[in-house]
């Protein structure tokens, strides 16, 4: 039996598609729509690769600006990191009750004491929401520490930092950037002036 012969059954659906898929100007709008919505999705899912010294940033790490806040000091008065735009700054978290932290704060000091007038500060922020402000006067006058210290009474500075372990240093450049992150210590003497070195350059 010659199977050509017979008729060919198409349901509606089938037949919608052939009319659909023959005309021009129907199929150029269905691949129009797809390259449209392929360009979409591309563009929603790209990763970015850069972001400029300026723009804000969920996840602070090497390469992107240092999120800003504004905090109480130790002993009165105000400061935030935007105001020392043009410094070489390092952010460094800490807590009194906590033995690395104890042990880097001497060569944080020193190095201090060697490049403050090369425009060098250090924000020792003070993680108050899970120390107290008592504590860390001890602790600051322990170790005969000059550099300003921030109180983060609402642990809203450690969450903007991503707080992981304590102590936690971010070394930012005079822009405002992260050039360096080191999480956990105690940093050494050595890390700490030759990473400031290398930001402050030549002046």
Do not use: H
Not at 36 to 46: D, H, K, N, P, Q
Not at 132 to 148: T, W
């Amino acid at each position: 039996m010659d199977r050509s012969a017979l008729p060919v059954r198409t349901t509606a659906g089938s037949r919608f598609l052939i009319g659909f898929v023959s005309d021009p100007r129907r199929w150029g709008v269905l691949v129009a729509v797809v390259l449209s919505a392929g360009a979409i999705w591309t563009a929603l899912s790209a990763v970015p690769q850069a972001a400029a010294p300026d723009a804000p940033t969920t996840a602070p790490r090497e390469g992107f600006a240092a999120p800003d806040f504004r905090s109480t000091l130790l002993g009165g008065g105000e400061i935030a990191l935007s105001d020392l735009r043009g410094k070489v700054v390092i952010v460094n978290l800490w807590a009194s009750w906590c033995p690395p932290c104890r042990a880097e704060m001497p060569a944080l000091q020193e190095v201090y004491e060697a490049y403050r007038d090369r425009g060098f500060e250090i924000l020792a922020v003070n993680t108050t929401y899970q120390d107290s402000q008592a504590a860390a006067a001890r602790f600051v006058q322990e170790y005969g520490l000059s550099f300003p210290v921030p109180l983060d009474q609402t642990g809203e500075v450690s969450r903007s930092y991503l707080l992981r372990a304590l102590p936690t240093s971010f070394f930012i450049d005079r822009d405002g950037v992260i050039r360096s992150v080191i999480i956990g210590g105690p940093m050494s003497k050595t890390t700490i002036q030759t990473t400031v070195e290398a930001l402050l350059g030549g002046d």
